[in-house]
């Protein structure tokens, strides 16, 4: 008997990870960008029309409530990736050479995006930075949350002011990504529909 069914591209645990993960973000960064106000570090503060919270005090419980999900689905996301193989089958292969031909193919327009169970190597690169970023924001995070108790991991980020920089700079490269990913899955709709029915 032959079938028509098409691979599964995303099982349903990434994508269920996936969009956990995007509401979280929204969530986590919105009510920072608040908090980010109350003491900014920079010349700038956040139009507050952007921001969730209401107030300091607010942002702080919306901030505090979204950490679990979050980390939480992170580490499911990862522990999946690393004991399925998907990370192994999905990023590797990884090589400043194939980013570089991949990056001048996407330039000159000639980048293909047939078979979506293959991931370029610009994908993987955007990937693997965004995952590395995100646990950069945990671990930078915990280092201003607790910077008497985790004052070591604080100290690696050059005490609590430095940790605060830290945890914007790996805030902006997740917005970033994120602006630019959401542009290229609507550039491509079939990824699109992939992340949410898995084919
Ligand atoms: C509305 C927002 C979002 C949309 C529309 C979206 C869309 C997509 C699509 C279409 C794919 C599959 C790409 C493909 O198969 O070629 C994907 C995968 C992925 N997205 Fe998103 N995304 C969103 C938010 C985010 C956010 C906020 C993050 C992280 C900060 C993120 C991280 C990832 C990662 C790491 C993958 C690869 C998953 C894997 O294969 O293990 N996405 N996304």
């Known amino acids: 008997m032959t079938t028509t069914a098409r691979p599964l591209i995303h099982p349903l645990i990434v994508r269920l990870t996936h969009w956990i993960n995007a509401f979280a973000i929204l969530m986590m960064v919105t009510s920072g960008w608040r908090i980010y106000n109350a003491s900014p570090l920079f010349g700038f503060r956040f139009p507050a029309g952007i921001t ?21 689905n992170l580490l499911i996301y990862l522990a999946y990736g690393v004991l399925s193989g998907r990370f192994r089958t999905r990023f590797w292969g990884l090589t400043p050479r194939a980013v570089w031909t991949d990056t ?29 970023a995100m646990l950069l924001l945990i671990l930078s ?23 605060r920089i830290v945890h914007f700079c790996a805030m902006a490269a997740v917005v970033a990504f994120t602006v630019l990913h959401v542009a290229m899955a609507f550039a491509v709709p079939r990824s699109l529909l992939s992340i949410v029915r898995g084919r």
């Open 52 to 72: 969730l919270g209401g107030w300091l005090g607010g942002a702080l419980n919306w901030h505090f409530a979204a950490m679990w999900l979050f980390a939480g």
């Open 104 to 132: 001048a193919s996407f330039v000159r327009g000639r980048l293909s995006h047939t078979d979506l169970s293959v991931y370029n190597a610009v994908q993987k690169l955007c990937y693997v930075g965004v995952i590395a």
């Open 141 to 163: 995070g915990l280092a201003v949350w607790k910077s008497v108790q985790l004052q070591e991991l604080a100290a690696l980020m050059g005490g609590y002011e430095g940790a």
